[in-house]
């Protein structure tokens, strides 16, 4: 698999996750995928209901990918997430571990927009 498919792979996943749609995001996770979110449960599994649940709750989410880099088996997108119009939101960063073509581990920070922001570069 090549950085391109790993990185579109990441993306589609994040889409798909957010999208809700729980089984077409499964199929690009390795059997006994980890990731290390320290607000869910360990297991893929359930950081996959957790995302599905918040699809539901919030159908105005929107997240706009900003950059995405691949380093060997890493994949990094950064975006800007919101969870609803007209919210300021948050910049996440997610780091992927791929194994061959699926995602085996996964990692995510996040950072708050300000509202009033002092930086004029911004945060994206």
Avoid at 58 to 66: A, F, G, I, N
């Amino acid at each position: 698999m090549s950085a391109d498919d790993r990185k579109r792979a990441a993306v589609n996943f994040l889409r798909l996750a957010r999208e809700g749609n729980r089984a077409a995001a499964d199929q690009l996770v390795a059997s006994g995928a980890r990731h290390h979110n320290p607000y869910f449960q360990a297991g893929m599994p359930a950081l996959l209901d957790a995302i599905s649940a918040a699809a539901k709750e919030s159908p105005h989410r929107e997240s706009d990918v900003k950059r995405v880099l691949a380093d060997g088996d890493y994949v990094v997108v950064h975006s800007h997430v919101r969870h609803s119009l007209g919210v300021p939101g948050a910049a996440v960063v997610h780091i992927f571990r791929f194994d061959g073509d699926r995602i085996a581990e996964l990692w995510d920070v996040g950072q708050p927009v300000p509202a009033d922001n002092p930086n004029t570069d911004g945060m994206f």
